[in-house]
């Protein structure tokens, strides 16, 4: 199973543990996780179900190119992270 990971400045936010997840594809990674934690989806992803501009997603080493679908593929053995961009000076 895939491991979805949050980075602290999510997890400062909402209880977002890591899980492991049987998931083909980021979206269905994401749906798992965020039946279990609905408040989490509005963090992510916008009012469409696209990724949020401050959000990237790294699917082990690279990140995902379909930040509309999040189709991009996972492997049983791939770690999800999801972070949220900081801002400031």
Same mark, same amino acid.
């Given at each position: 199973?895939?491991? #979805? *990971? ?14 492991? #997840?049987? %998931? &083909? ?7 798992? !996780?965020? %039946? ?11 009012? +469409? ?5 401050? #959000? ?11 930040? &509309?679908?999040? *189709?991009?593929? #996972? ?6 992270? !999801?972070? +949220?961009?900081? *801002?400031?000076?």
């Amino acid at each position: 199973m895939a491991r #979805v *990971s949050f980075t602290a400045n999510l997890r400062r936010h909402l209880d977002c543990s890591p899980a492991e #997840v049987p %998931a &083909a594809t980021v979206r269905a990674a994401l749906d798992t !996780v965020f %039946a279990t934690n609905p408040r989490l989806r509005s963090y992510v992803l916008d009012e +469409q179900g696209r990724l949020r501009r401050h #959000v990237t997603i790294f699917v082990g080493d690279r990140a995902i190119a379909d930040r &509309a679908g999040l *189709s991009d593929p #996972v492997g049983a053995e791939d770690e999800i992270i !999801v972070f +949220q961009a900081l *801002s400031g000076g």
